[in-house]
């Protein structure tokens, strides 16, 4: 084997759970199961330190140690997207699922895609808990959405009742993580300072603002085409043959096209360039559902645009 080669295979992919991760080293073809804690981690990882990139799943956190400890030891991280991993095992007809059969199909994604892979890099603590804090808050929101639902016909009093104090419960802890938001970005220059460049877009409020800078820490270094796609506004070709079909918003993270369609009702009823731009293509012919999705793409890339040129942007987050 040449040392090309060999520099090439000298990859890891590690499979998360809560309690333990099972690590692949492509070089050796070995597996090794570790106890998921830093400890535990940085001993077992001490000899891969040459190892050109390691490649995990997010996992909602379980993977946080894992990463610090391929930080601390400096062999260089990605924490890849479980679709697109899904996605890649599928596309080779594979369909078993073991975590020792995850952690070869990690290294072997590594090994396809390494080369253009973002590298991770620590979250700045402060970025890290609004990122915390935001996504807290909307897990709550949709829990009281569901709890508001359920009481238009709740069957009981007793389940009334139940029902009416949760949300009363729901109510209080968010306003309380909506102080803490706010507490938040208001001690942290930057982020004060990116809050307000954000605020100043049409649409964009005290929720919508903390929101952005959590979901989307990208924002400002980004081209126009990459944060409409990133936010889930980009519209994408479906064309097959002769066959010019409709472009549709598809992809980007979940978490901001809800946030971005209100913000866009919220500018299109106001009196603003957005306003005006909403009610040509109204006047146009152009259904509002889509108008309104062309009011949300305008509001990302202003919002885009608006970071990108604040006199001190703030180092991004890959």
């Not at 139940?162 to 930057?190: G, N, W, Y």
């Not at 994408?236 to 866009?264: E, K, N």
Request: charged fraction near 25%; hydrophobic fraction near 45%; charge should be positive.
């Amino acid at each position: 084997m040449t040392d090309k080669a060999a520099t090439r295979q000298r990859v890891l992919g590690i499979d998360v759970s809560c309690h333990r991760v099972t690590l692949y080293d492509e070089a050796t073809g070995r597996t090794h199961d570790i106890a998921n804690d830093i400890d535990s981690l940085h001993d077992a990882l001490a000899g891969y330190t040459g190892h050109a990139l390691a490649v995990c799943e997010a996992t909602g956190g379980h993977e946080d140690t894992l990463l610090a400890a391929l930080h601390v030891l400096g062999i260089p991280a990605h924490r890849a997207d479980a679709a697109k991993v899904k996605a890649y095992i599928r596309s080779f007809g594979k369909r078993a699922k073991t975590d020792a059969i995850d952690a070869r199909w990690l290294a072997r994604y590594a090994l396809d895609r390494g080369a253009t892979l973002p590298r991770w890099q620590p979250p700045v603590p402060a970025q890290a808990e609004l990122a915390a804090l935001v996504a807290r808050r909307l897990d709550l929101v949709a829990i009281k959405t569901q709890e508001s639902n359920r009481l238009k016909a709740p069957r009981s009093d007793l389940v009334a009742e139940h029902i009416r104090a949760h949300l009363d419960q729901l109510a209080e802890h968010i306003a309380r993580l909506d102080a803490r938001i706010a507490a938040l970005v208001a001690d942290q220059p930057d982020l004060a300072q990116r809050a307000q460049a954000l605020r100043s877009v049409p649409g964009i409020g005290p929720v919508h603002a903390p929101l952005l800078l959590a979901t989307l820490p990208e924002l400002g270094t980004l081209g126009r085409r990459q944060a409409a796609s990133l936010a889930g506004c980009a519209p994408h070709p479906r064309d097959s043959g002769t066959r010019a079909g409709p472009r549709h918003p598809a992809g980007g993270r979940r978490q901001i096209r809800p946030a971005l369609f209100i913000a866009a009702m919220a500018a299109a009823r106001g009196t603003n360039p957005l306003a005006d731009f909403y009610r040509r293509l109204v006047a146009t012919g152009k259904p509002k559902r889509l108008a309104l999705a062309a009011v949300m793409r305008k509001i990302v890339t202003i919002a885009n645009a608006r970071l990108r040129d604040l006199p001190h942007p703030a180092s991004q987050l890959t």
